[in-house]
């Protein structure tokens, strides 16, 4: 049997975590190691606990959650970060995805989405919410400048770059290999040699790089 994926909870509001813990600890694969209050509290408590993944509240007294989750990924085999946030257009949770957390959810998603939304992080094989997070970096891109195309795309084949453009924006693998007539698994692969050549954490950094740079 698998271990199960291990989470900590960052949110200031009590009766919100326990929520948030009771649809994750009622299911055999999930197991909830640690809570914190406030950003400052839930670095001690991820580095204590060393969890897969982390929700992460954005905003929060003392250390919000963009400092929290910038400073959780400097440590090595850093944890993946979801922020939480209650509107879709949030600039907060943007500049969070922007610092490498792995996407966003909206803190009244259903818990069925939730727990998708887990397991799709810990696969690491799917952005969460794609079009959610297209639109959201679309609103933030809109009439501001583009950085420089660094080498790293030139090095991107022609089917490469077909299928950055598809995962861009914010197709599934099973969609991009319907599109392009190939099996999941070699989209699979050329995501992941994509992911490599760019250095890029996953395919939510991959819909910031597209934006950053006006691949899009």
């Known amino acids: 049997m698998t271990s199960p994926i291990r989470l900590v909870l960052v949110d200031d509001q009590a009766l919100f975590r326990a ?3 009771m649809v994750l600890d009622s299911q055999p694969d999930l197991e909830v190691v640690g809570e914190a209050s406030d950003g400052r509290e839930g670095i001690d408590v991820v580095r204590a606990t ?5 929700l992460m509240d954005v905003r929060m007294p003392v250390m919000d959650g ?4 910038t400073e959780i990924l400097r440590d090595p085999d850093a944890p993946r970060i979801v922020v939480l946030t209650t509107f879709d257009l949030d600039e907060a949770a943007a500049r969070a995805i922007q ?4 996407g966003f959810l909206l803190k009244d998603s259903d818990p069925e989405f939730l727990l998708s939304a887990v397991r799709t992080v810990h696969a690491g094989s ?3 919410a794609a079009q959610a997070t297209r639109d959201l970096f679309a609103h933030i891109a809109q009439g501001g400048a583009t950085d420089p195309v660094p080498s790293s795309y030139g090095a991107l ?4 770059r077909e299928i950055f453009a598809l995962a861009a924006a914010g197709l599934s693998n099973a969609e991009i290999a319907a599109r392009e007539f190939l099996s999941e698994a070699t ?3 050329h995501v992941s040699r994509i992911l490599s050549k760019l250095a890029l954490r996953d395919r939510v950094q991959l819909v910031v790089f597209a934006y950053r740079h006006g691949l899009v």
């Open 19 to 21: 929520g948030i813990r």
């Open 187 to 189: 989209v699979k692969t």
């Open 99 to 102: 610092h490498g957390a792995s």
């Open 126 to 128: 799917a952005v969460i």
């Open 157 to 160: 084949t022609d089917r490469e």
């Open 66 to 69: 963009l400092a929290a989750t």
């Open 50 to 54: 060393r969890p897969d993944i982390v």
